[in-house]
Structure formats: C-alpha cells, structure tokens
C-alpha cells in the first residue's frame, strides 16, 4: 500500500514478492559524481574514497514478506558506488558504473543503516538486484552472480555504521 505522502512515485518488483516504492519518478536524478574541482585535499581523499552524492533527499518504502519498511535517504548522503573488486571489471562492470548507480546507493545506506530494514541482510540483497534488474539492463547471468556476491559478502564482512554485524 502506498502512503498518501508519496502521490508521485516510483514503483518497481522483485522476486519474493519485494517491492520497492520511491517518493519520486526519477530518484536517479539526484544521484550524482563529485566534481574534484575546487576542492581541498581532505575533501578529494574523500570524493575519491565516495565519488556519488545525494543532492535531494528521497523516501523509500520497502513491502517484503508482509513487513513495511521506510526510511529516507538524505541529502548529502555519500557512497562509494558498488563495490566490485578490479579482477570482476571485465564481467560485471566497474564499481562506478552509471547502471549501479541508484541500486548502489540505496543498498549501501541499507547496510550502513540495518535498523532501516529491520536486521535482514537478504533483504538488503534482493533490493540491490531489484534495482539492477529494473534500472541497470544486466543480463540475468551477471544478476545471479551479483546477487550470490553481495549476499555472501555480507554474510562474512558486513557491518553497519557503528561497526555492527548483520543479525543471522
């Protein structure tokens, strides 16, 4: 059910029943690169290390499994695009790729934030794929490698903003 706040949005599907409602058509268009010019050092080590930026904060209501979750994603919020190691480039693409863009940043504000999502790692996998599937135009066998990728990755090396592991 969509929220009488959210009268002009985005709405998108996913396997298990998942879906993904934005406040916005086109939450893409608040995601952009950090430009380098002008900045001092401190901040180009940043831009470097996270080169996206959230220019206008959005809403994102998450339906899963008949659990409701809503949370903002707010302005000025930096992330590092998704985090595909250098040997995968080839097949999967590079982490800044425009195609990951907007799965990238709401999976990494997911995991920064699990509280938002109520501690479901998997969700925070499916939501990633779901983006890509619908945004990205990936062919289903980078999908399936993806999403055992990131799934797995989380399972051993995931931790929130205060250092917290996924709950199991």
């Excluded at 029943?17 to 010019?37: A, H, Q």
């Amino acid at each position: 059910m969509i929220p009488e706040i959210m009268p002009k949005y985005l709405q998108i599907s996913g396997e298990k029943k998942l879906v993904i409602t934005f406040d916005c058509k086109n939450p893409d268009e608040y995601l952009v690169d950090v430009s380098l010019i002008g900045l001092s050092k401190a901040e180009k080590k940043l831009a470097k290390k996270k080169p996206f930026v959230v220019t206008k904060g959005f809403k994102v209501l998450i339906d899963f499994e008949d659990d409701h979750y809503f949370f903002v994603i707010p302005n000025g919020y930096r992330w590092n695009g998704a985090n595909v190691p250098p040997f995968a480039w080839v097949l999967i693409g590079q982490r800044t790729d425009p195609r990951f863009k907007l799965a990238s940043c709401v999976h990494d504000y997911m995991c920064e934030h699990h509280k938002v999502i109520g501690y479901n790692r998997y969700l925070s996998t499916l939501v990633f794929v779901t983006c890509c599937q619908h945004f990205g135009d990936f062919p289903a066998w980078k999908l399936f490698a993806m999403k055992h990728s990131i799934d797995n990755y989380q399972k051993v090396f995931g931790k929130d903003e205060e250092g917290k592991r996924w709950k199991l």
